[in-house]
């Protein structure tokens, strides 16, 4: 759903240059896109969840449900602050990710005879209507033999994707469905209302229905599950 960036490689670099900053800057970061990349990709499949405990298996995803009910009254919602969820979800997937990652790098730099400190990791995820914000607050010191040394403490990684918009969508969808005199929302009403920007198709797989959507002429997708106590027609 998005292109991954590989991290810049610094068991390549011939001799770390301590005159360039940026080989520091840039692998930290490098490993906040790829970390950062694979959340959202997943956060996108799976109805904002990494690992999905309550879904819908749906060619091949596992689509959390957003609203559910198993009985004759309206669906209920699972995650009623769901953007806040998404980046507590995005937070902890780069966290676990960036560890290993870094280390990677230390043991590189430490394999070149230089000294290699660093402070408590703390990152933050911000996500906006088109784009996401990662921020990470890791203060890293190297220092070789002659005292020469790079410091860093502050990385971000920003993504150009719809989520926060999307996920209003997904909330809107929610609210819709559960408002809807039994249980049918016309979809195609609410594509309407958004003037153009959004695509929204729907699919009944299995008396659940699964929802798609993105912004028009843009690939990144969120699809998430929901119950109702009706089945809708498609």
Excluded: H
């Amino acid at each position: 759903m998005y292109n991954l960036r590989t991290v810049p490689d610094v068991k390549k670099e011939i001799e770390f240059d301590f005159s360039r900053a940026e080989v520091l800057k840039n692998y930290v970061e490098g490993c906040m896109e790829q970390a950062g990349n694979e959340a959202l990709n997943l956060v996108g499949k799976q109805g904002g969840e990494i690992e999905p405990g309550f879904y819908q298996y749906y060619y091949g995803n596992k689509i959390s449900y957003l609203c559910y009910t198993n009985s004759y009254s309206a669906c209920y919602v699972k995650k009623p602050f769901l953007l806040d969820f998404v980046e507590k979800e995005i937070t902890n997937y780069v966290n676990k990710k960036i560890n290993s990652c870094i280390t990677d790098f230390k043991n590189v730099v430490r394999s070149k005879g230089y000294n290699i400190e660093a402070g408590n990791l703390d990152i933050k995820t911000k996500i906006n209507p088109y784009s996401t914000m990662i921020e990470l607050n890791y203060p890293i010191k190297i220092k070789g033999s002659t005292g020469i040394q790079i410091e860093q403490n502050k990385f971000s990684k920003n993504f150009n994707l719809p989520l926060g918009k999307l996920i209003k969508v997904a909330e809107d969808v929610v609210d819709a469905e559960i408002k809807a005199p039994l249980g049918f929302f016309p979809y195609q009403s609410y594509v309407l209302s958004q003037n153009g920007e959004i695509e929204l198709t729907r699919q009944i797989w299995q008396d659940t229905e699964i929802y798609i959507t993105n912004l028009r002429d843009d690939d990144y997708k969120f699809q998430f599950a929901i119950k109702n106590y009706v089945k809708p027609f498609p």
